[in-house]
């Protein structure tokens, strides 16, 4: 099908991903509203020729869409709606720091405390294949280590970056304050801990599920 095209804001999702929630909650916290239409992963349905055809050609989601533009890319989507807010630093040294976290965040913390958490989670430690069996203490091992990193650094500061909440705690906090569904011990990180109330206690925080 073609998807009709307006301008509105429409988040092309599968809710229980923490990379299409990080969309929802920038959303959320500069007051703007989006549209989400769900698609079932797990049914292949980012993979349809319709899907690549008109939403995104590399089949993944979330997808935000304005009229007839599409942002793939979960910290993208997210820069594109706080763009103008607070949650941007104007500082050029404070900017560009923000930024280096949401490229840890991808490279670093979401390859191993994601894929864990997808694998246990939705394809269950039973049903995985041997080299996915084989991966997990290394993804075991990586998550832990961006934990402890993410813990050092608030050891002295309330947030990743300047004084208060940026881009960067909320596309860190999508994963990380679901990383106990994939059996990391957050009790282990205490300043993580303490960040994620911060991040929840905000007036414009909503949860993975609302």
Known sequence: MVFPMTERLVLHEYSQSGNCYK??????MVGKHVDRRQYDIMKGETRMPDFLANVNANGRIPVLQLGERFIPESNAACYFLAEGSGFIPTQPFDHADMLRWMFWEQYNHEPNIATL????????????DDLKRLQMPAKRQGGNAALKLMDDHLKDREWFVG???????????????VAGDAEYDL????????????????PRYIAMDA
């Open 117 to 128: 958490r997808f694998w246990m989670q939705s394809i269950g430690a039973a049903n995985l």
């Open 23 to 28: 969309v929802r909650l920038t959303a959320a």
């Open 187 to 202: 009790s282990r990180y205490p300043n993580v801990v303490n960040w994620i109330e911060r991040v929840k206690g905000h």
């Open 163 to 177: 004084d208060q909440l940026s881009l960067a705690d909320i596309c860190l906090f999508a994963y990380t304050h």
